[in-house]
């Protein structure tokens, strides 16, 4: 990266995050066309949208600026994380890998903890209510489906799938059943490309195209 590219980033990232605003990475894709909002690359492997809670911007970067902005912040004294859905743990660990304490996974370790939360729905942020519905969403069981329609409820009535670009499910008439095939859709489709991009990984690490 260029000098440049390290002038711009500066104002970049102060025009999207203030001190005490959460950075949540929403979505993590693959190859688009879009335009990387710190460095402009319309060549993108790994695309995150990162969404600001507070202003409920968001903006599409690739994988070494979201690097980039966290140390930007340490630059400017802040110990801000990127926070990542529980699907998107090996994404964060992946981050993680490349420049340590990049990002952090907003998980939940039991029941009682998402029934406390959603006992008082009147104080759950956005980013629990996502968490708690990307914890449930992977159980079959009865106990965690009802949790996740709890969640769900939430999610819908404050219109939270916004943030997430989910707008579209307004318009079909049943978005609390679109959304939840979205939900498990999307989670399959993480842990598919996750094992697809480990393997790649592995057959490039082991394969000699000269032997």
Not at 78 to 94: G, P, R, S, V
Not at 112 to 133: C, G, M, T
Not at 151 to 180: C, P, S, W
Request: charged residues 30%; proline residues 2%; hydrophobic residues 35%.
């Amino acid at each position: 990266m260029g000098n440049e590219y390290w002038r711009m980033l500066e104002p970049k990232v102060k025009a999207f995050w203030k001190p005490g605003e959460d950075i949540i990475c929403t979505r993590v894709f693959r190859r688009s066309n879009n335009e990387c909002y710190i460095c402009g690359n319309t060549h993108i492997e790994r695309h995150h949208v990162l969404l600001n809670s507070i202003s409920n911007k968001t903006i599409d970067v690739e994988l070494c600026c979201v690097i980039n902005i966290k140390k930007k912040l340490e630059s400017l004294g802040y110990n801000q994380k990127i926070l990542f859905f529980e699907k998107y743990t090996e994404e964060a660990d992946h981050l993680n890998n490349q420049y340590k304490g990049t990002a952090q996974v907003v998980m939940f370790h039991s029941i009682e903890d998402i029934n406390k939360l959603l006992s008082k729905p009147e104080h759950l942020s956005y980013k629990q209510v996502r968490a708690i519905l990307d914890h449930t969403v992977k159980f079959e069981d009865s106990v965690r489906s009802e949790l996740f329609h709890a969640a769900l409820d939430i999610y819908l009535e404050r219109k939270y799938y916004i943030y997430e670009g989910l707008e579209e499910h307004e318009k079909t008439g049943n978005v609390e059943v679109d959304i939840e095939k979205y939900f498990r859709e999307e989670w399959e489709r993480v842990k598919t490309e996750e094992a697809l991009y480990q393997e790649k990984v592995l057959h490039n690490l082991y394969y000699d195209p000269e032997g």
